[in-house]
């Protein structure tokens, strides 16, 4: 079983920064992608960054230039820097790992989401 525990959001207002981390704890043999995901306010789901072990990160449009996902293996731990936010940034934030078990298929696990305010 794995465990995803994560930062806290919180309001910020335009131009600010804030960043964001989530720490998966469990037995399994490695963490393949970690990841960050959002969702707005009557938008669907949408990529934020996908930190691969050995590739590139890789942004969604929205936030290129502005956010900077990274990873520390030997904390199992993923982060987001946010900056320059703006309001539309406003969402829910979710953390993915692609875990590989003991024994078994890899699969996904996720946050359970943090909230982040952009407002003056």
């Known amino acids: 079983q794995v465990q995803v525990v994560e930062s806290e959001g919180g309001l910020v207002q335009p131009g600010a920064s804030l960043t964001l981390s989530c720490t998966a704890s469990g037995t399994f043999r490695d963490i393949d992608d970690m990841g960050w995901y959002r969702q707005a306010p009557g938008k669907q789901r949408e990529l934020v960054a996908t930190?691969?072990?050995?590739?590139?990160?890789f942004y969604g449009d929205a936030v290129k230039g502005r956010f900077t996902g990274s990873r520390d293996d030997a904390k199992n731990t993923v982060y987001l820097q946010m900056d320059s936010l703006v309001p539309e940034d406003t969402a829910i934030y979710y953390c993915?790992?692609?875990?590989?078990?003991?024994?078994?298929?890899?699969?996904?696990?996720w946050g359970q989401g943090i909230q982040v305010t952009v407002s003056p």
């Open positions: 993915t790992f692609l875990v590989r078990p003991e024994v078994g298929p890899a699969r996904y696990y």
């Open positions: 930190i691969p072990i050995r590739e590139r990160t």
